[in-house]
């Protein structure tokens, strides 16, 4: 055990990134769940270690806490450099880190709980328009990432080569994400595929919402 | 002249990023302007360039195209170690790289101006309910983000230290596009008081919206 605390939620996608990154990197770590349903990340407790009230947080042996996953993926390939995650030149780690940034900047943070609270709050969205929203924002950028991953050699078993990184981390927690939403997967054969591959590979097995203590 | 080309849009907040880091790092580049609101950037032939269709995009001197403006500027910080934009040790770089992304994957995405007419087209929202939320989701991190800034020793003239980083590039661009939208920055001093240090460098002043070639 590495002394490594993960503040997290069985379901949430920026969770799921995390947890496969700790499982890839060989590091245990004591889990501790926030029911965001409930709104047990917005308790004075957790607003104490993460002001920002989201998890993933990931809190160091000696207390610092680390927050927003993908900072913090970047904090475990820098100071564990076992099963690196970013590859060996700029030009490359340029390409993982674009796929990586698609999906965490452009579909996830639009398809939030909270975005999609606020849209039934404010706007009366109903559970189709929420489907078809969250939908849409993964289609927009799903379609070009197909063509980019299709079409580019560097593509391999996984994003980039034929071992797991930073793109297919977050790759692999969104198509998980996407089937709360019954998004149609069928244009996208590489992204299909690579989830797949992924799967197979417990670290992102393990990381599954199903294979979590706090899961329902 | 480095051989880089920019292609960006004076208004655009990624591009506002992008456009400093350059300036940061000394790195000359021609100017491409795409036009959102015309929809310029989903012609054919920016699509050939981004089939994300997003600006910016780095076309580099021998025309591989870098996209997603955070990856581009570690792209530059990795290739141009002037003027570093990331500090030295992990545990900074990971707090450095906390703060941007909250701008990065909290704020901007949700206001971005397609999700924006997506409001408006689908939910009918007029411009009083788009500004309302554009503010929510501001307010939401800005927040945290200002007592995370004005509770860290670390921070200093900037959000780490006294120089100026990639969270600077990320918050500067973001209390930039917030103008549009007339967020109160009452209740955040020592955000405001980062953006006014970055306006007082050239290479934050001179990537403003209004000193650019497309600017209207």
Known sequence: MSGLVLHNYFRSSTSIRLRAALNLKGLGYQYVAHHLRKGEHHSAAYLAINPQGLVPALE?????VLTQSLSIIEYLDEVYPQQPLLPGTPLDRARVRALAYAIAC????VNNLRVLGYLKSTFGADDTAVAVWFRHWVNETFAPMEKMLAGDPRTGM????DKPGLADLCLFAQVVNNKRFDVDMSPFATIRRIYENCLAVPAFADAMPEAQPDAE
């Open 60 to 64: 160091l042996d000696d207390g610092t």
């Open 106 to 109: 452009e579909i996830h943070p």
């Open 158 to 161: 996984f994003c980039h080569g």
